[in-house]
């Protein structure tokens, strides 16, 4: 709840929600088993096990085989340490070799720099730019 509701996080995810409670959130995890159509992941530190964010698959298309990938590292003072792109690789293998995807797609805002690169070490590709993120 404090990194979705952080304004250095959120200005990069681009959700139309209203600031997170407690309520809300337990909500959407208790919610989570539920959704057949998403998987979410916690990105954890090796040594110390500590949460630092969640990535995952939204809007799974199973019969097309395609599926939405998102990220957010929340504790910022683990920005920039390669964590991001090493989940990013880690999740994108599952998705193609688990769940059989053969594509998987993002939005990501141009002030992202940091998310982009990320991305293209993953080895996503660009394919177009818009006016509006989703
Ligand atoms: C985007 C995010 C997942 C990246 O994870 P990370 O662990 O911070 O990033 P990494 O260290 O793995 O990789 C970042 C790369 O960008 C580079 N980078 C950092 N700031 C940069 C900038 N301003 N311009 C260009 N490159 C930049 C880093 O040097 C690194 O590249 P390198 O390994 O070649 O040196 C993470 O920062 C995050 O969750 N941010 C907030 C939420 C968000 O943006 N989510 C994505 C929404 S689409």
Known sequence: MEWLNDPEVRCYLGRNFPPL?????????????????SVTFGVVLKESDKLIGSTGFG??????????????IGDKPEWSKGYGAEAIKLVVRYGFDT???????????????R?????????FVKEGFGRIAT
């Not at 769940?99 to 720099?113: A, S």
């Not at 998310?115 to 080895?123: D, L, N, S, T, V």
């Open 59 to 72: 809007n799974i298309d199973w019969r097309n085989r395609r599926a939405a990938f998102g990220i957010a």
């Open 99 to 113: 769940l059989n995807l053969n594509r998987i797609l993002l939005h990501v805002f141009d002030h992202n720099p």
């Open 21 to 37: 409670n407690l309520r809300r959130e337990r909500k959407w995890i208790e919610n989570l088993y539920k959704d057949r159509n």
């Open 115 to 123: 998310a982009m690169r990320a991305y293209g070490k993953a080895g």
